[in-house]
């Protein structure tokens, strides 16, 4: 994950659980980043309409992701070790 421009760092900071603006070095961290990008996707803050991904998904069907729970695991995590919830 890359970051750029103060404002991204200081918006991310809250959803990376540190001050990315005084430590942005806790972006190299697979765990931070991840959850720091998954987020940003799932609410658009980095492009230009401000929609997150799913504006851009199916709205029916069997790819229908607009209406996961955070409580669902992604496929093929039956055991629930990649709950969304832990993001």
């Known amino acids: 994950m890359q970051l750029t421009w103060l404002s991204n760092y200081n918006t991310s ?35 230009a309409a401000e929609k997150g991904i799913s504006t851009y998904l199916p709205t029916t069907g069997p790819d229908d992701l607009k209406n ?3 409580k669902q695991t992604p496929s093929g995590a039956a055991d629930g070790r990649c709950a969304m919830a832990d993001i």
């Not at 430590?23 to 991840?34: E, H, R, T």
């Open 68 to 70: 996961v729970s955070d």
């Open 13 to 47: 900071s809250s959803d990376a659980a540190y001050d990315l603006v005084a430590y942005s070095d806790k972006i190299l961290d697979p765990v931070i980043s991840a959850r720091v990008m998954i987020k940003g996707l799932l609410d658009g803050r980095w492009n």
